[in-house]
């Protein structure tokens, strides 16, 4: 043992059975921690995958009632748009609710759901949450301010 500045530090060697004895305590850690943190991975691929899905959805939505409000679309029209915009993933087993506005303070409606396994691969089946069966849903509400925009043109 060497003396420095009035410490005493000794030199400890570590034998062959410390160092199997802390490579398992090292693995059982891995064990216990690995299941936990794959966990939290998934989770944070399939919520964000999700949140990117729902987004695109309600931006659709909202793009389908404005030009069914401003340029007075057909429904139909609207339904292929959307069907388009969402791309062939997203629009297997959409579902796109319609409502036009016949008159200028009355409210158009544009409401698109979709499954949530077109949105995202099915990561966290084993703890119990499921995307199968379930749906996400984005709507757009809009107040119809004209009756015709040609005819508010005509008159200016």
């Known amino acids: ?59 659709a939505a909202r793009c389908g009632v404005r030009e069914l409000c401003i340029n007075d679309e057909s429904p139909d029209l609207i339904r292929q748009e959307l069907t388009k915009r969402l791309g062939p993933k997203l629009s297997q087993g959409i579902v796109i609710d319609v409502r036009a506005a016949a008159r200028a303070g009355e409210v158009a409606n544009v409401r698109v759901t979709v499954p949530m396994k077109n949105a995202t691969p099915d990561l966290l089946w084993l703890t119990g949450f499921s995307v199968q069966n379930r749906f996400l849903t984005a709507e757009a509400p809009m107040v119809r301010e004209h009756d015709n925009l040609q005819t508010g043109l005509q008159r200016l």
């Not at 059975?17 to 693995?27: C, P, Q, W, Y």
């Not at 059982?28 to 729902?54: D, G, N, Q, T, Y």
């Open 1 to 59: 043992m060497k003396l420095t500045n009035g410490h005493q530090r000794a030199h400890i060697r570590i034998g062959q059975s410390d160092r199997s004895r802390l490579g398992a305590i090292l693995s059982m850690e891995l064990v216990l921690v690995l299941p936990i943190f794959m966990v939290l991975l998934f989770a944070v691929v399939e919520f964000s995958l999700l949140a990117s899905a729902r987004n695109r959805m309600s931006d």
